[in-house]
């Protein structure tokens, strides 16, 4: 036989037992933070045994820095991770080997809010206020798309940065107001503690709505044969969490014991129409409309084609 004709056929063998390897170990989730409601599909998949009918061993892992999944992924180091749609462009445009393979929420939950008592009622309210924020880069350019919409800019405002401790800065007067809370939850929180914010959504005032919540994988994994069968188990876990709710909320409550609360509770439920019914899914003008803006706000250097930071996975 000749040696060429040997060298394609080891080099053939090789690559189906390395594929066969990988489809028989686990397939690593990385979430994009401690496990909350927002997670909810992929625990329902587990509680009702989609992964395990579909072969997979699925380790959930919830990282202690936010910043650490998708690095991970990008590495080699973990299988998917969790992100936002407004992070991945940047992420891509670092140069990471990233894509977006499914979607867990297919619609922004970022708001930006303030307390009654701050005298704010609408958006042009702001002018001369303190803004707390946790994300360079990104929410100044939320935040002044949002100021031009009633004709301000970033100058007419104060930018803080509150480093994630968005409700505890604004309960404590801190700040007047501050983006990055989500519909879902901090509003909830603020709420229980016996506020009443006014809530902003920046989709309202000139910002491109985006997907909250994607999946990323690594550009070479994108024919790993684990990764449409862990979107259609995701896809079946969201099935069972829309009908029934209360039984899934029991599942996870007993799983997570310490997010038995009156706050998970309430974000559980809020969040069911959230989520994409379709994990697989893949809008593809959202991505290069959002695209388009983080170029025009000088996030991202250049405006690569959609393929190279978004694919829809065939099921």
């Not at 800019?153 to 604004?170: E, G, H, Q, R, Y």
Request: proline fraction near 6%; include cysteine.
């Amino acid at each position: 036989m000749p040696l060429a004709r040997r060298t394609l056929l080891a080099a053939s063998a090789a690559a189906s037992l390395a594929g066969a390897a990988r489809a028989a170990a686990a397939f690593t989730v990385m979430l994009d933070w401690f496990v909350n409601p927002d997670h909810a599909p992929i625990f329902c998949a587990k509680y009702i045994g989609a992964f395990d009918k579909a072969g997979l061993a699925v380790n959930i892992v919830a990282p202690t820095d936010p910043d650490i999944p998708p690095r991970l992924v990008a590495a080699g180091h973990a299988d998917m991770a969790l992100s936002y749609q407004t992070e991945l462009y940047l992420l891509c445009d670092h140069g990471l080997p990233l894509r977006r393979t499914g979607t867990l929420i297919n619609q922004p939950l970022n708001t930006l809010m303030a307390l009654p008592h701050s005298g704010i009622r609408k958006v042009k309210d702001l002018k001369g206020k303190k803004i707390g924020y946790s994300v360079a880069g990104v929410e100044d350019a939320l935040i002044g798309t949002m100021l031009a919409a009633v004709g301000l800019s970033l100058p007419d405002v104060k930018l803080i940065n509150v480093n994630f401790d968005i409700v505890t800065a604004l309960i404590s007067n801190e700040v007047d107001a501050v983006i990055g809370g989500y519909r879902n939850f901090e509003e909830n929180e603020l709420k229980e503690k016996g506020f009443n914010p006014i809530v902003f959504f920046p989709e309202d005032y000139g910002v491109p709505p985006s997907d909250e919540l994607i999946m990323l994988s690594n550009a070479a994994d994108l024919a790993d044969p684990r990764l449409p069968k862990f979107l259609a188990a995701v896809q079946e876990g969201g099935n069972a969490l829309r009908q029934n709710p209360h039984a899934m909320w029991q599942k996870f409550t007993a799983d997570q014991t310490t997010l038995n609360n009156d706050l998970n509770r309430t974000a559980w439920f809020q969040s069911i129409p959230f989520f994409q019914k379709n994990p697989f899914a893949l809008d593809a003008k959202r991505y290069l409309v959002y695209r388009d803006f983080m170029f025009a706000n000088n996030l991202i250097k250049q405006k690569a084609a959609l393929s190279a930071y978004a694919v829809q996975i065939k099921a």
